[in-house]
Each structure stands twice: as C-alpha cells, then as structure tokens.
Nanobody, 124 residues
C-alpha cells in the first residue's frame, strides 16, 4: 500500500510558476513509476506528466511540453511537478499517482494509487 500526500497548490496569476510536491509512503519508492494527472471542471481526468522509477525517462502531454518538468528524489520518496508560464487553461485539480511498475504509465488504468489532489487555479 502506498499513500500519497500532495502539497503546493493554490491561486496564481497567468504567467506565474508553481511547484507541486508529492510525498509517498513506503520503502520501495524507486520501484514505482509516478505521474501527475489533472481534472478541470466538466472535463475528464487527463495525464499531465509521468516519470519512470529511476527518473531517467519522462513523458509530457502536448499542452504542457516546454512549460512543465516532472522530477523525483528517490531518497526523499518525493515527486515534483514544476509548472511555468501558467495560463487559465491549467486550472484544475492535480493528482499525484503511483504505478506498481517502473515503466511509464499513460492512462488512468495504468496507475494503482492516487493522492487527494490539490487545486491549482490560474487567474487571467
């Protein structure tokens, strides 16, 4: 069982930056691929970024490429999502998620554990 606790959400202005953090419980953090999903009001939950267990390979959805960076610190059992040049379309609840495999996951069904999800609101 893995528990995920996110932090770092909030209200920002367009153009601002924000970093989300997700701390995971357990002693085998490096054996889990990690991801960030988001869900805007009235929309389906979508993948934002993912990172393999070692941190060597990452994935980004097209709408955030060049603006977001996912990273992890396996010594701290923590994964991060750095978001820059935020715009109102980035407003959503952001969920940290863990996959019980080291390889990247791309869809909701690829992941086994979910955090509660901090709200990120970007004002224009």
């Amino acid at each position: 069982q893995v528990q995920l606790v996110e932090s770092g959400g909030g209200l920002v202005q367009a153009g601002d930056s924000l970093r989300l953090s997700c701390a995971a419980s357990g002693r085998t953090f490096s054996s889990y691929a990690m991801g960030w999903f988001r869900q805007a009001p009235g929309k389906e939950r979508e993948s934002v970024a993912a990172i393999i267990g070692s941190g060597r390979f990452t994935y980004y959805t097209d709408s955030v490429k060049g603006r977001c960076t996912i990273s992890r610190d396996n010594a701290k059992n923590t994964v991060y999502l750095q978001m820059n040049s935020l715009n109102p379309e980035d407003t959503a609840v952001y969920y940290c998620t863990a996959r019980s495999r080291v390889e990247l996951g791309y869809s909701l069904n690829d992941y086994d554990y979910w955090g509660q999800g901090p709200q990120v609101t970007v004002s224009s």
